[in-house]
């Protein structure tokens, strides 16, 4: 997936716990492992908030996109936009 969730990486500088945050955001343990094991589909503005707060911390701290990787180095999406027509 191209979004890399990092909360792992500020929980380390806060020297904070899961359960710790989980609590402070309101959320489960199980479903903030979801989360920051990069499991979810989706994540509510509101929690993503709460979680920066609670790790005063900007969303791009906890978040960051890193192209996929291809199989195929010539099959870029330039490439099949080419092909196409």
């Known amino acids: ?15 904070m716990s899961v359960g710790e945050l989980a609590e402070r955001v309101g959320i489960t343990p199980a479903n903030l492992a979801v989360l920051k094991n ?14 920066c707060e ?16 291809t ?3 010539d099959r870029t999406p ?3 936009a080419g092909s196409r027509g």
């Not at 997936?1 to 380390?12: E, F, H, N, S, T």
């Not at 609670?54 to 990787?69: S, V």
């Open 1 to 15: 997936m191209p979004i890399v969730v990092d909360i792992d990486v500020m929980l380390a500088k806060r020297k």
């Open 71 to 73: 199989a195929d180095p």
């Open 38 to 51: 990069g499991r979810a589909k989706a994540v509510r503005f509101t929690t993503l908030a709460a979680l």
């Open 54 to 69: 609670a790790l005063d911390c900007q969303p791009g701290d906890l978040l960051r996109w890193e192209p996929e990787e």
């Open 78 to 80: 330039a490439a099949e």
